[in-house]
């Protein structure tokens, strides 16, 4: 039988496919060198505490680092029939350095040990997700100044509702990245806890320092609770929220890009390096990178549920359960950070049918509701005017008629308020350009969102 952490206590050992079915190993390997700083700031502290001697302190603090190297290059002899990178990586410093090695695990249990490992893992996670999502931001707000007045059908329903700007779409893109960030910044306060100390549940009789383990490997505080310290992974799910509404904002963004490159469409192209073609069908050019981009927002949402039901049945405090929770996290930090890149790029490189939005836009009666307004302002009440223009609408739907070509003498037939000032504001450019209220679609007016957008990304 192997040899295993806990082997004291057993007559035999587990079989292989036990040890096997129990191991973690091919995914906290990721954790590894999060393992080694956190044990690291161990091996110091209890050194420190004098709970171990100097020379032990030294010896593992350097056995550490020979094993980060090896991390590093890639030659550390992780072996299959350990548990798990803590195992592994303890084993190999007590080989290497016999007792001193053997005194690392005091004061500590791998159940506080693990999740200070992924709380580390998952910092670095959140401001590269950060990253990723400003240099997003970037292409979005750049997209838009470039565009701040280039015309398109604005939609409700999927249908034709007023004229809108590229400009103002992609800012509304823009907010709900913002908002994402927002909530990726707001989490870390709740991350950047350390429950190294906590031990197995209760706590420890040694004489340990928490807040020097806790600022030496830069966090806020040591959490306050030991029992909460190792079982709490409202952090992980959190992040998987805030990851899952990311990749569903991103979801819908390149549904839109999908339906916007369709030959009925045709509003947008895609720049070739970001379109894939078909096997059989030499014309084809598919929006592939936005419809996987969307495809995976499934693995996204089911990552969510997955941390959230193993959490569901869980009493206090560490459940073997609780060892499931990594896969997730990053697979859902690895799906968005190439999901974001990809987005960025695709979009960054989009090229716009400018006429063929504009007229797009002119069908559909998009400047119904802005005579409807004109006869508000020349004293109709608003109920009565949208049953007027309705009449007008449904006159041109019969004639096969635009509002803008009627007649002066033809409008007059729905309301004698109407003169001849009303071809003023009928067309697509005054529609958007008239539309001045704060956030709305103006050109004159989206350089107060671009400015606010360009200061919220100057800030962090
Ligand atoms: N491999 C385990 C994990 O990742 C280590 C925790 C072990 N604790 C325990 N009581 N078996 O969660």
Redesign the pocket.
């Known amino acids: 039988s192997k040899k295993v952490l806990w082997s004291g206590r057993f007559k035999e050992g587990a079989t292989d496919a036990t040890l096997a079915f129990?191991?973690?190993l091919h995914t906290?390997v990721k954790l590894a060198r999060y393992d080694v700083l956190g044990s690291i700031a161990h091996a110091k502290m209890l050194s420190a505490q004098g709970i171990i001697s100097q020379e032990d302190g030294k010896e593992i603090q350097k056995g550490l680092k020979e094993i980060l190297l090896q991390i590093e290059d890639g030659t550390l002899p992780i072996q299959d029939s350990l548990?798990?990178i803590?195992?592994n990586i303890e084993f190999i410093l007590t080989d290497r350095i016999k007792d001193a090695g053997a005194r690392l695990h005091t004061a500590r249990?791998?159940?506080d040990?693990?999740v200070t490992d992924v709380r580390m893992f998952m910092r670095d996670a959140i401001l590269d997700t950060i990253e990723e999502l400003i240099g997003f931001e970037k292409t979005l707000l750049e997209v838009s100044k470039d565009n701040i007045d280039v015309i398109v059908p604005g939609f409700t329903h999927v249908q034709h509702a007023q004229p809108v700007t590229i400009g103002h779409h992609f800012m509304a893109h823009f907010s709900r990245i913002r908002r994402d960030i927002e909530r990726f910044i707001e989490s870390y306060s709740r991350v950047n806890v350390c429950p190294l100390g906590s031990a197995?549940l209760a706590g420890t009789t040694y004489d340990i320092d928490r807040e020097y383990t806790s600022s030496l490997l830069g966090f806020q505080n040591p959490c306050y609770n030991s029992m909460d310290g190792v079982s709490d992974r409202d952090f992980i799910a959190e992040f998987l929220f805030n990851s899952s509404l990311c990749a569903v904002h991103l979801s819908s963004i390149c549904e839109e890009l999908v339906y916007w490159s369709s030959q009925e469409f045709a509003f947008i192209e895609m720049d070739d390096a970001y379109a894939t073609g078909s096997s059989i069908m030499p014309q084809k050019k598919n929006s592939d990178v936005a419809e996987l981009t969307r495809g995976r927002t499934g693995a996204a949402i089911g990552d969510l549920v997955n941390i959230l039901t193993t959490m569901k049945g869980l009493p206090l405090t560490?459940n073997?359960d609780?060892?499931e929770?990594?896969d997730a996290m990053f697979s859902s930090y690895t799906r968005l950070t190439s999901c974001i890149k990809m987005c960025s790029a695709m979009i960054a490189t989009l090229s716009f049918n400018k006429e063929r939005m504009l007229s797009a836009a002119s069908e559909g009666f998009m400047n119904a509701t802005d005579l409807a307004d004109y006869l508000v302002v020349k004293g109709m009440p608003f109920r009565k005017a949208h049953e007027v223009v309705g009449g007008a609408v449904r006159y041109c739907i019969d004639e096969n008629k635009k509002l803008e070509d009627l007649t002066l003498k033809e409008l007059q037939s729905f309301s004698d308020l109407i003169k001849e000032d009303v071809f003023d504001i009928l067309p697509l450019e005054k529609c958007v350009n008239r539309r001045k209220s704060f956030g709305g679609t103006s050109p004159e007016i989206i350089p107060v969102q671009l400015d606010n957008g360009h200061s919220a990304v100057d800030r962090q």
């Open positions: 129990t191991s973690s906290d548990e798990d803590h195992s249990s791998r159940n040990q693990v197995a560490y073997r609780l060892q929770d990594k």
